[in-house]
């Protein structure tokens, strides 16, 4: 069984930064890839940003610049997203995606960001 550990959430004023953690446990293949995506209240969820274990990156036109996903070299089941010159938009719950080929999609709890003055 897939389980996903999602940390980092927390409470920072605009312009500040925060890291999110995500570390994948269970039977997990190399070919594998991992993502953020964030919900919004009374929004869809959305993508924020994916990496392929050949750390391919993908990021939502909203976060280039601010946001870089990253993934443990020595760990290929954990993944990072450091959020900087975070804005009152980038407030919503996080969550963390790992899909594995053939076998699908797994998700993580949810974090909450929160970004306000």
């Known amino acids: 069984q897939v389980q996903l550990v999602e940390s980092g959430g927390g409470l920072v004023q605009p312009g500040g930064s925060l890291r999110l953690s995500c570390a994948a446990s269970?039977?997990?293949?190399?070919?594998?890839?991992m993502g953020w995506y964030r919900q919004a209240p009374g929004k869809q969820r959305e993508l924020v940003a994916t990496?392929?274990?050949?750390?391919?990156?993908?990021y939502a036109t909203s976060v280039k610049g601010r946001f870089t996903i990253f993934r443990d070299n020595a760990k290929n089941t954990t993944a990072y997203l450091q959020m900087n010159s975070l804005k009152p938009e980038d407030t919503a719950v996080y969550y963390c995606?790992?899909?594995?080929?053939?076998?699908?999609?797994?998700w993580g709890q949810g974090t909450q960001v929160t970004v306000s003055s």
């Open positions: 990496i392929t274990s050949g750390t391919s990156t993908i």
């Open positions: 269970g039977s997990i293949s190399s070919d594998n890839a």
């Open positions: 995606v790992l899909s594995i080929r053939g076998l699908g999609s797994f």
